[in-house]
């Protein structure tokens, strides 16, 4: 039997908030089996599941609440724990964010790593998709259809020189998430930050935890960790999105020009029609092939 993953004691970090610029702290704790990803506000003292119907915004980033707790870019943190293979945990943040750190999944990958991951004693559940889904806006599309094992293919295309006509797949089952995806940072246009930080957002961006794209060129002194890396950290996004389901997913997504709006839209939709998907246990035999819902990867 393939059985769930909970981190194997609790651990701490801090870092900044991407928009409010406030110094944040989080805890992942270990969690009960079937209780999925748990976030909570600790300073208001009000738990906001990782589910796609607490998601109350989807601009710039995914932003989940309960009443009048809310909590921002959840879907870095998402991304590792679903490329981790972790399906229970229970998310401590102190503000408004789940601090930006490097604008990658990476230290929170180091982070479940130096915590540890421990086996419970139930079988992990996946979200197997049965047919086609699909959501398009103009030239934006994003569909998942059903596929042994899990892949995302997406395609980035910008006008700027550095972003046109980039796509990368990625196959879960051959390709390791830490190596291939957790290091993509997420990125703006200069003139786009500029814009954000006088109308009192983005506070927390700097070229420490973004990569920043001028008319022509990347501004950061070190330049990109991946050829692609833009196209990458969209893959990182979508993972996490899609981890709102509540499930790992065994199937494949493909999406153009999407972001966190139109993966939500995917995932409800999903959702709405119960014809679409089936929850089930994960097999043995499917295990590598249904990564990242298998085995935790190396790097």
């Not at 395609?155 to 291939?180: C, G, M, N, W």
């Amino acid at each position: 039997m393939i059985v769930q993953r909970t981190l194997d004691h609790p651990i701490r970090c801090s870092g900044i908030g991407l928009h409010s610029g406030r110094k944040i702290e989080l805890v992942l704790h270990p969690a009960d089996e079937d209780s999925g990803i748990t976030f909570v506000r600790s300073d208001l003292g009000t738990d906001i599941p990782a589910k796609a119907e607490f998601v109350t915004d989807t601009r710039l980033c995914t932003t989940i609440g309960n009443g009048n707790a809310q909590i921002s870019t959840v879907e870095h943190l998402l991304s590792a724990l679903a490329g981790l293979g972790v399906d229970n945990a229970r998310i401590e943040v102190s503000g408004p964010e789940v601090p930006i750190m490097d604008g990658s999944s990476a230290p929170f990958v180091f982070l479940i790593q130096c915590a540890g991951i421990r086996e419970q004693s139930k079988a992990k559940k996946v979200l197997r998709v049965l047919k086609r889904v699909e959501v398009e806006e103009g030239d934006k599309r994003c569909v998942l259809y059903p596929a042994a094992g899990f892949k995302i293919s997406y395609l980035l295309d910008y006008d700027h020189p550095l972003l046109r006509k980039r796509q990368v797949t990625i196959d879960f089952s051959r390709q390791a998430y830490t190596r291939e995806i957790s290091r993509a940072r997420t990125f703006g246009f200069l003139h786009e930050v500029e814009a954000l930080q006088k109308a009192g957002l983005a506070l927390g961006g700097s070229l420490e935890n973004a990569i920043v794209l001028d008319t022509h060129r990347v501004v950061n002194e070190g330049g990109l960790r991946y050829e692609d890396e833009c196209v990458r950290h969209k893959i990182l996004d979508t993972l996490g999105d899609l981890f709102l389901s509540g499930f790992p997913i065994v199937g494949a997504f493909e999406g153009e020009l999407t972001g966190h709006d139109m993966n939500h839209k995917l995932v409800t939709t999903l959702l709405a029609d119960p014809s679409s998907y089936r929850i089930e246990e994960l097999q043995a035999e499917e295990t590598s092939a249904a990564l990242p819902a298998g085995k935790p990867q190396e790097a």
